[in-house]
């Protein structure tokens, strides 16, 4: 049995994807699985401080001590700062990013 996944979220806000990679990152981390969800590509708006699904349940992830990460290359590129996005949601530079992918059983792109 898989136990441990990185979901990567590349869809941006309002993308019927981005929702179903937050959905399985909660579904996952509510069976008691170790994953980490990872906003990347266009993902990283969804991070973005707003309202709506995607920020409620991101919350609901952060406030159940999931593990939340934001490629910092691709808010560099999208001229999104850290203070842009919702609090609690880590910073990943790429080097992090491999050793997290290299440790999961699962990688996983929606």
């Not at 990872?38 to 159940?64: N, P, R």
């Amino acid at each position: 049995m898989l136990n441990s996944f990185v979901i990567f979220d590349t869809k941006p806000l309002g993308v019927e994807l981005s929702a179903l990679g937050i959905r399985m990152a909660w579904a996952c981390h509510e069976k008691g699985f170790d994953i980490k969800l990872v906003f990347s590509e266009e993902g990283v708006w969804c991070t973005t401080k707003k309202s709506g699904y995607h920020a409620m349940m991101i919350q609901k992830l952060l406030d159940a001590d999931a593990a939340v990460y934001c490629r910092k290359k691709c808010l560099e590129v999208r001229g999104i700062s850290e203070d842009d996005i919702m609090e609690g949601i880590k910073i990943l530079d790429e080097d992090d990013i491999t050793d997290m992918c290299l440790d999961a059983e699962t990688v996983n792109y929606f």
